[in-house]
């Protein structure tokens, strides 16, 4: 079991759970098979059930022995169309339509959008995407509580379907209402991660974390293209980032996607914060017991670029195939790390850090690694930080994060290449350089022949100071014999 326990890739994967993967036995199987991240998913499910499932997650982690991270996704707001008489109207290409704040049911002329923000956000010119871009409209005219438009590209338009307005940054807040409910319910349930929809500006993150209080992490989604824009000042704010895919392809053209995907993981890795890239990743195993090529040659293509995680969402949440669907990307994941220009890439993608002590012990240990016969990085750490650094540098050889803290390790469970242990604490790093020998030898990273580089802060349990190196014996007794002091 310690075998399979130990994933033999360096990327992570993120499962996200519901109706088809809802049992204790299923969410189970999907840890075995690979998952090391469960999202639950706010947008469905009630507080019953994401309870639930939380419950069965922290039941298995008791079970193994071994952190899993939890990451709950908040819905955001929903701009959506209002009602129809008969539930459905043609609109027709060339022809005239208007969006109103009228509640009356609407026909093929107009409909009710009961979203003034929209109205106050629009501009002549404006673009208005219906049903994820099946319906295209563009502004000709608007005022406070109307706007006309013509259809560019027609179809059916049926009862509250969603719409986007992709050329504007809407005066919305990043949390609705229901945003905030939810965020108070899975903070105080104990989630490590939150991910934050609708983001469009820094602000709306800083929101999140007053609300949040230091309870949980926030990775902040990127899905608008105001949020592309303002990258850099969102990623300053943020703990981690999730590149949604999905929605950038609704509100931007589809080939301008791959190209924003490369650039934020590869600012992600330069900034040492995690990336998550998700959205349709598998998205044919929702029906089939197998990927397209296209679908895998998509995943490899993330996993090449040095992203922290993948990420499954109705594959494994309303699936057919939850479980095969977390086994063919663990597969794919140990195929391509495999790979020798998987290596060559994450290589030549590094930058450099700041100079700073704590960046220069970190890259001194990935060096080390690189150049002699270690065999594991064991980095000792009370907030993350020395454990965050290491795995920046994407070194050839396991990391081992040993923090005294849960919370910690299953926060540190979504970054890439970390085994995370929990251990005791420690006042001298005599005995952490203890803890990480046991800790490499248990976890079957190294044997009593073979050495490890320690890394951590002294003093302990003060965030940023990681300042101490040490090439050390897996040998508990060379230790205690005099060789590390």
């Not at 979203?115 to 608007?142: C, M, N, P, T, W």
């Not at 307005?165 to 945003?179: E, N, Q, R």
């Not at 905030?180 to 800083?206: H, I, K, M, Y």
């Not at 989604?221 to 969102?234: Q, W």
Request: with cysteine.
């Amino acid at each position: 079991m310690d075998e399979i326990l130990r994933r033999q890739r360096r990327v992570k994967i993120a499962a996200t759970l519901g109706p088809a993967s809802d049992s204790r036995d299923i969410i189970k199987e999907l840890f075995l098979a690979g998952a090391d991240i469960f999202r639950l998913n706010l947008s469905h499910g009630t507080h019953v059930e994401i309870k639930k499932r939380f419950d069965i997650i922290r039941d298995i982690e008791a079970e193994f022995d071994r952190p899993i991270c939890v990451m709950a996704d908040l819905q955001g707001p929903k701009l959506r169309c209002g009602r129809f008489s008969g539930g459905s109207a043609d609109l027709i290409e060339g022809t005239k339509f208007s969006f109103d704040l009228d509640q009356k049911l609407g026909d093929a002329t107009r409909v009710c959008l009961p979203h003034k923000e929209i109205f106050q956000a629009l501009k002549v010119g404006s673009i208005l995407l219906i049903d994820d871009g099946k319906i295209r409209l563009k502004v000709l005219s608007y005022r406070d509580d109307h706007a006309e438009l013509i259809v560019l590209v027609g179809g059916v338009i049926s009862d509250n379907k969603g719409v986007n307005v992709p050329d504007v940054i809407l005066p919305l807040a990043a949390l609705s209402k229901k945003d905030r409910t939810d965020l108070e319910f899975v903070c105080n349930l104990g989630v490590d991660w939150l991910a934050l929809s609708f983001v469009q500006r820094p602000q709306d993150v800083e929101e999140a974390r007053k609300l949040v209080k230091g309870r949980a992490e926030i990775l902040s989604k990127i899905e608008k293209p105001a949020a592309v824009e303002a990258f850099d000042s969102i990623l300053e704010v943020s703990d981690g980032i999730m590149v949604a895919r999905g929605d950038l392809g609704v509100e931007l053209p589809v080939e301008a996607v791959p190209p924003i995907q490369k650039r934020l993981v590869r600012a992600c890795r330069a900034k040492g914060k995690p990336v998550i890239v998700a959205t349709q990743m598998m998205e044919s195993m929702v029906n089939a017991p197998v990927p397209t090529r296209a679908e895998v040659s998509d995943v490899a293509q993330a996993i090449y670029e040095g992203a922290d995680a993948v990420m499954l969402s109705a594959e494994s949440a309303a699936g057919m195939y939850p479980i095969e669907a977390v086994s063919t990307m663990n597969n794919v994941a140990v195929e391509v790390e495999k790979d020798p220009t998987h290596r060559q890439i994450l290589e030549s993608a590094r930058t450099p850090g700041k100079r700073g002590v704590s960046d220069a012990i970190t890259v001194a240990a990935r060096e080390i690694a690189e150049t002699t016969n270690v065999k594991a990085i064991c980095c000792f750490t009370h907030s993350g930080t020395t454990a965050l650094l290491a795995c920046r540098e994407r070194p050839r050889v396991p990391i081992i994060a040993l923090t005294p803290k849960i919370g910690i390790a299953r926060q540190l469970t979504l970054i890439w290449g970390l085994h995370c242990v929990v251990t005791g604490e420690v006042e001298r790093f005599k005995m952490a350089v203890v803890s990480a020998a046991r800790a490499a030898r248990e976890n079957g990273f190294a044997m009593n022949k073979d050495k490890i580089v320690v890394i951590a802060g002294v003093p302990f349990n003060v965030p940023g100071t990681t300042n101490i190196l040490r090439v050390a014996p897996v040998n508990e007794k060379s230790i205690f014999d005099g060789e590390i002091d």
